[in-house]
């Protein structure tokens, strides 16, 4: 890692690998171009020097691949939308340090950009979808799940089309349910093996803790509060904190359930590799409606796919192609990009082709694989 000290940096400039704060975060992603306000956020913190394994490069340098398979299998947004997505993740966590060091926040920036959020998930859901499962970014991990949670919550409400008003709450509620969490001992959130009753009860917790924080110390609404608290009820009435069950909990708790069970699979962690999209989806319908509500679910698949935009899959042929479109009527038959034909041959350009799987009748998704099976699998 080189230091780069805070005095030496001016907005506008770009490396070519993630620039940190310290070991856990992350000041900007590769690619980014750094800003004003990412340097007065350094200042603000009393921060001297930051570090990074990367150059300073051009744009022409940062839109340059790191191979013909490594390229294509990334599937992300565009440079606007992973602005947004960083911009988000920074606020998130401001306030998340915030809490942990003074106990208190102002909501006023993340306020500002919550409108524009929804309106950029709305608009982009796939993009920002693929995204949250690609793993492209190397952020702080509370504040991007926070995030990512919110995207699933926002695709889920806006399929159901929820009002404008009750997106606003489901999205707040999305992004600052396990606020909570910021009260448990890190010994106890990071233990890899089984919880004692003791340990177990902490955790429990933070449910009412989230609450409390959401309502009584940030200001928002009652019903913002309220998915903070019931996000870990369960349908059968077999959750925490008061044993609620089917639709005596809050519709957007519920929706919050299923976003963030989902985003928990696919998260990385240190002790497990995350679960393919496919599998996650596949361990969210096995359910039989014990923890969500089954419709809920539906409408989640509906939207995301068995096999979620981004996912990379081994078809029956034994090519290789990528979830580019969800066709919500048939999940099973997407739209996909090939990326390695049957033969194992890596296609870019004019020789990739994108096949609709509802009218290609005679090829079919084998499985779901990971990046480093692909890779295993060409010439």
Same mark, same amino acid.
């Given at each position: 890692?080189?230091?780069?000290?805070?005095?030496?940096?001016?907005?506008?400039?770009?490396?070519?690998?993630?620039?940190? !704060?310290? /070991?856990?975060?992350?000041?900007?992603?590769?690619?980014?171009?750094?800003?004003?306000?990412?340097?007065?956020?350094?200042?603000?913190?009393?921060?001297?020097?930051?570090? #990074?394994?990367?150059?300073?490069?051009?744009?022409?340098?940062?839109?340059?691949?790191?191979?013909?398979?490594?390229? @294509?299998?990334?599937?992300?947004?565009?440079?606007?939308l992973l602005t947004k997505y960083v911009e988000m993740v920074? #606020?998130?966590?401001?306030?998340?340090?915030?809490?942990?060091?003074?106990?208190?926040? /102002?909501? #006023?920036?993340?306020? @500002?950009?919550?409108?524009? *959020?929804?309106? !950029?998930?709305?608009?982009?859901?796939?993009?920002?979808?693929? *995204?949250?499962?690609?793993?492209?970014?190397?952020?702080?991990?509370?504040?991007?799940?926070?995030?990512?949670?919110?995207?699933?919550?926002?695709?889920?409400?806006?399929?159901?089309?929820?009002?404008?008003?009750?997106? /606003?709450?489901?999205?707040?509620?999305?992004?600052?349910?396990?606020?909570?969490?910021?009260?448990?001992?890190?010994?106890?959130?990071?233990?890899?093996?089984?919880?004692?009753?003791?340990?177990?009860?902490?955790?429990?917790?933070?449910?009412?803790?989230?609450? @409390?924080? !959401?309502?009584?110390?940030?200001?928002?609404?009652?019903?913002?509060?309220?998915?903070?608290?019931?996000?870990?009820?369960?349908?059968?009435?077999?959750?925490?904190?008061?044993?609620? /069950?089917?639709?005596?909990?809050?519709?957007?708790?519920? !929706?919050?359930?299923?976003?963030?069970?989902?985003?928990?699979?696919?998260?990385?962690?240190?002790?497990?590799?995350?679960?393919?999209?496919?599998?996650?989806?596949?361990?969210?319908?096995?359910?039989?409606?014990?923890?969500?509500?089954?419709?809920?679910?539906?409408? *989640?698949?509906?939207?995301?796919?068995?096999?979620?935009?981004?996912?990379?899959?081994?078809?029956?042929?034994?090519?290789?192609?990528?979830?580019?479109?969800?066709?919500?009527?048939?999940?099973?038959?997407?739209?996909?990009?090939?990326?390695?034909?049957?033969?194992?041959?890596?296609?870019?350009g004019e020789q990739s082709r994108k096949i609709d799987l509802?009218?290609?009748?005679?090829?079919?998704?084998?499985?779901?694989?990971?990046?480093?099976?692909?890779?295993?699998?060409?010439?």
């Amino acid at each position: 890692m080189k230091t780069i000290k805070v005095e030496e940096l001016r907005a506008g400039v770009m490396f070519n690998k993630p620039v940190f !704060i310290d /070991s856990e975060n992350i000041l900007l992603p590769a690619n980014i171009p750094l800003r004003d306000k990412d340097i007065e956020r350094l200042k603000k913190w009393n921060i001297k020097s930051v570090q #990074t394994e990367g150059e300073a490069v051009t744009e022409a340098a940062s839109k340059r691949g790191s191979g013909p398979l490594a390229e @294509s299998l990334r599937m992300g947004p565009n440079a606007e939308l992973l602005t947004k997505y960083v911009e988000m993740v920074k #606020t998130v966590e401001d306030l998340f340090r915030s809490l942990e060091r003074d106990g208190k926040h /102002s909501t #006023t920036e993340l306020n @500002s950009k919550m409108d524009e *959020f929804i309106q !950029i998930v709305e608009d982009h859901p796939d993009q920002l979808i693929a *995204f949250t499962l690609q793993k492209r970014l190397k952020a702080p991990q509370s504040a991007m799940s926070a995030v990512n949670c919110t995207i699933f919550s926002l695709v889920i409400g806006q399929n159901l089309k929820l009002p404008g008003h009750r997106l /606003s709450q489901l999205a707040f509620g999305g992004l600052l349910h396990d606020l909570g969490m910021t009260k448990v001992p890190s010994a106890v959130l990071d233990k890899q093996g089984d919880l004692t009753p003791e340990e177990a009860e902490q955790i429990h917790t933070h449910a009412t803790s989230s609450y @409390s924080i !959401i309502v009584k110390t940030l200001g928002y609404p009652e019903e913002v509060g309220q998915i903070g608290l019931q996000h870990h009820e369960r349908w059968d009435g077999k959750g925490y904190p008061s044993g609620l /069950s089917g639709k005596g909990i809050a519709l957007a708790a519920r !929706i919050v359930s299923v976003a963030d069970a989902f985003e928990a699979m696919v998260r990385d962690r240190p002790y497990r590799n995350p679960m393919i999209g496919y599998q996650a989806m596949k361990q969210l319908l096995n359910d039989n409606s014990r923890r969500f509500d089954s419709e809920i679910l539906k409408i *989640f698949v509906k939207a995301m796919g068995i096999y979620p935009i981004g996912s990379i899959v081994l078809m029956s042929d034994g090519s290789i192609g990528r979830v580019e479109r969800i066709h919500s009527d048939a999940p099973l038959r997407p739209v996909i990009q090939l990326l390695v034909d049957k033969h194992g041959r890596r296609l870019s350009g004019e020789q990739s082709r994108k096949i609709d799987l509802l009218e290609e009748k005679s090829l079919f998704i084998a499985r779901a694989i990971g990046p480093k099976e692909a890779n295993e699998t060409t010439q």
